[in-house]
């Protein structure tokens, strides 16, 4: 089944160290793989996208995502977190169709 | 980027009315839109994928007479909510994609608080 796992609900980071929100896929093939983030009452905002190439993704507000195949995962990384980076944040994929599979979302907390 | 709005962002009606959610893409043309719902501290559950000049196809689940769908013209679909009850106050969050784009790259609107009484 196509699925998009995120394994965290929850990650703390102090501000200025580095951040990893974690993302992983099940399907075979090669999908495209998204990053949204959602601020509170609001939709979500696009930050990346893999569709091919490259594995290492930059994205908005000096996030980025690697696409490693053989371990299925796509995790969102900042080298230096900000407050402002507090937000839920969630990885969906695209796995041949319209529509978007989300992972269940990893409320991001960095603290000052 | 592509915008997508959404009226009202915040309606509170009371049990037994109806209320009509617009979700507009401004600057490109949609073919198709999707109609999510959100509960709180909780993923987005895809209820329905709504095509210009067809029917929508609605997920497994989601009740087509409850919330109806109308995607009238390529840049506007709307979700009207039918005899609102209490637990169907959500966060309701509409998308559209681009046909022009390469991906399958979804743009969101800022999402409408539905509240029933």
């Known amino acids: 089944a196509q699925s998009v796992a995120q394994p965290e609900d929850q990650v703390n980071v102090a501000e200025g160290n580095p951040l990893t929100v974690k993302c992983t896929y099940s399907?075979?093939?090669?999908?495209?793989l998204f990053w949204y983030v959602q601020y509170p009452n609001r939709g979500l905002q696009f930050l990346l996208k893999?569709?091919?190439?490259?594995?290492l993704v930059k994205g908005s507000y000096g996030f980025e995502a690697e696409f490693n195949k053989s371990q299925t995962s796509f995790h969102l990384k900042k080298p230096s977190a900000l407050v402002s980076d507090s937000a839920l944040y969630f990885c969906?994929?695209?796995?041949?169709?319209?529509?978007?599979?989300f992972g269940t979302g990893t409320r991001l907390t960095i603290i000052p | 980027g592509a915008v997508v709005s959404q009226h009202p962002s915040r309606v509170i009606c009371k049990s037994g009315t109806s209320v009509k959610i617009e979700c507009r893409s401004l600057?490109?043309?949609?073919?198709?839109m999707f109609w999510y719902r959100q509960f709180p501290k909780k993923s987005l559950m895809l209820m329905a994928t709504?095509?210009?000049?067809?029917?929508?196809?609605?997920e497994q689940g989601v009740e087509k007479d409850k919330f109806l769908i109308n995607h009238a013209s390529l840049t506007l679909s709307t979700l009207t909510v039918t005899s609102a009850h209490p637990e169907d106050s959500s966060f309701y969050i509409c998308?559209?994609?681009?046909?022009?784009?390469?991906?399958?790259?979804?743009?969101f609107g800022p999402g409408t608080r539905l509240t029933v009484t």
């Open positions: 399907v075979s093939g090669n999908p495209y």
């Open positions: 600057d490109f043309q949609a073919t198709t």
């Open positions: 998308s559209a994609r681009d046909p022009q784009a390469s991906s399958y790259e979804q743009y």
């Open positions: 709504s095509n210009e000049g067809s029917k929508a196809t609605y």
């Open positions: 893999y569709i091919t190439g490259d594995n």
């Open positions: 969906a994929g695209n796995f041949g169709n319209e529509k978007l599979t």
